[in-house]
């Protein structure tokens, strides 16, 4: 089994570190590492470095650095509006979609999303998506951490434009005619892909993406849920962009 992965907000430039707050308590306390075992850190923006455990102490272990590295950001760069959803499914849909390799998804106020996310409930409910995105870059040990963009949400029109500056942009629609599988995609900039919520995408929302340069696209005969579709169509870009 590989090295557990760790976030710090920066790699040290000397060949120790106490690693404490929560990250050292889940090492020491829920992981219980012991000396002489190896874990990995990331500050989340592709640095990292291994280290191997010269001491255990209450909640944070001592550490000694072995070897430092960087990951290049991959290109293109893959982004997901991700139509809010009720209950846990956005969170699935997040934790899934970070494993599978997303750079950065976006919460979408979709008109047919059945939760709303206003206030304060709002930036609650974003800063689970944050967590979640986080815990698992950990699990699935990526260099980069995927950034959660809104404030807490971004609304059609705000999708529009980003849509309008991608390199490349598909929405994902039961009624499209081409494939995600055989559209063309670009080398270089922004992929964005637009997942609808539960009730789908309205025709205005679907004709607004449509005007701003987005291609409707299908990914087979299957109607897949919310949070599962974004999984499924990162999956397709990911072989197709050869990162897997």
Not at 206 to 217: D, K, S, T
């Amino acid at each position: 089994m590989s090295a557990p992965l760790f976030l710090v907000d920066s790699l040290p430039t000397a060949d120790s570190l106490t690693l404490g707050g929560p990250e050292g308590h889940h090492a020491a306390t829920v992981q219980r590492l012991r000396v002489g075992e190896e874990l990995l850190l990331s500050d989340g923006r592709g640095g990292t470095a291994t280290a191997v455990v010269t001491a255990v102490g209450r909640g944070s272990l001592e550490l000694e650095l072995t070897s430092r590295g960087y990951v290049d950001a991959p290109v293109p760069r893959l982004v997901v509006v991700q139509g809010i959803a009720k209950g846990d499914r956005g969170e699935l849909a997040v934790q899934a979609m970070t494993e599978v390799g997303v750079d950065e998804i976006v919460p979408w106020a979709a008109s047919r999303s059945v939760a709303q996310w206003r206030g304060d409930r709002g930036v609650r409910a974003r800063e689970k998506w944050v967590a979640t995105a986080r815990e698992a870059a950990k699990q699935a040990r990526r260099p980069w951490l995927p950034v959660v963009a809104g404030s807490p949400d971004e609304s059609t029109d705000r999708v529009a434009r980003r849509i309008g500056g991608a390199a490349g942009a598909f929405v994902l629609h039961e009624e499209a005619d081409d494939r995600l599988t055989t559209a063309p995609l670009p080398d270089t900039g922004e992929i964005v892909l637009v997942v609808g919520p539960e009730g789908g995408i309205a025709p205005a929302e679907l004709e607004a993406f449509a005007a701003a340069g987005a291609c409707p696209v299908r990914l087979g005969p299957s109607v897949l849920r919310t949070s599962t579709a974004g999984v499924a169509a990162l999956s397709v870009l990911a072989t197709r962009l050869s990162r897997w």
